[in-house]
């Protein structure tokens, strides 16, 4: 599963936003800090014109996506009960988009040893370069989710942040989307209090 680095093309990249939903907020201490850099991202991502995905886990129970994240211009919402976002009927969306797959996915949601884990080892098994979004990831427990990167980053996804994201997919100051892209960057990203003391993070 070689990793062939290169900057992201938002022709050929897909966003899959996972299971970002009410039930889980009372559980998680920066839940609320992760929505607010997941609104960046995926706005830059509409504004860019990036196909988005986003899946919602069992969501009878667990409620729909967050109202403060505006998923309309997605895809389609699917609800799931596999913890994998790669579901049969995710894979057919894909499939329609891409023709076959992705060169690159930004994988972002919750929860991070989880979800977003058992997807990302299921996109790497298809030879499909992975760019995990630290700061729109969430768990329990920070340490489940700093561990997950971890082992993450040993499997071979690019461990990144939502503006290296959106700059990586604008490039160049010209980019005619550019201005609208600036005003959502311009606000900091909120911490997300991810490790500091592991050089594998």
């Given at each position: 599963?070689?990793?062939?680095?290169?900057?992201?093309?938002?022709?050929?990249?897909?966003?899959?936003?996972?299971?970002?939903?009410?039930?889980?907020?009372?559980?998680?201490?920066?839940?609320?800090?992760?929505?607010?850099n997941?609104?960046?991202?995926?706005?830059?991502?509409?504004?860019?014109?990036?196909?988005?995905?986003?899946?919602?886990h069992?969501?009878?129970?667990?409620?729909?996506?967050?109202?403060?994240?505006?998923?309309?211009?997605?895809?389609?919402?699917?609800?799931?009960?596999?913890?994998?976002?790669?579901?049969?009927q995710?894979?057919?969306?894909?499939?329609?988009?891409?023709?076959?797959?992705?060169?690159?996915?930004?994988?972002?949601?919750?929860?991070?040893?989880?979800?977003?884990?058992?997807?990302?080892?299921?996109?790497?098994?298809q030879?499909?370069?992975?760019?995990?979004?630290?700061?729109?990831?969430?768990?329990?427990?920070?340490q489940?989710?700093?561990?997950?990167?971890?082992?993450?980053?040993?499997?071979?996804?690019?461990i990144?942040?939502?503006?290296?994201?959106?700059?990586?997919?604008?490039?160049?100051?010209?980019?005619?989307?550019?201005?609208?892209?600036?005003?959502?960057?311009?606000?900091?990203?909120?911490?997300?209090?991810?490790?500091?003391?592991?050089?594998?993070?």
């Open positions: 599963m070689a990793f062939r680095r290169c900057h992201l093309n938002p022709k050929k990249t897909l966003f899959l936003l996972c299971d970002i939903q009410e039930k889980f907020r009372p559980s998680m201490p920066l839940f609320d800090n992760m929505v607010k997941v609104d960046k991202l995926t706005k830059a991502g509409k504004a860019l014109e990036v196909p988005l995905i986003v899946t919602e069992y969501p009878e129970k667990l409620g729909k996506t967050v109202a403060e994240l505006d998923v309309s211009h997605a895809k389609v919402v699917m609800g799931k009960t596999l913890f994998s976002m790669m579901t049969p995710v894979k057919s969306v894909i499939k329609d988009l891409f023709g076959e797959k992705p060169q690159d996915v930004v994988l972002y949601g919750l929860e991070s040893h989880i979800c977003v884990e058992q997807t990302a080892i299921d996109l790497r098994e030879d499909i370069n992975v760019y995990i979004v630290a700061d729109c990831c969430c768990s329990r427990l920070k489940d989710r700093d561990l997950a990167l971890e082992r993450l980053r040993q499997a071979g996804c690019v990144t942040t939502s503006e290296s994201v959106i700059f990586d997919l604008v490039r160049d100051k010209n980019n005619p989307k550019f201005d609208v892209v600036r005003r959502l960057v311009n606000p900091p990203s909120v911490d997300m209090e991810l490790a500091r003391n592991s050089s594998k993070l």
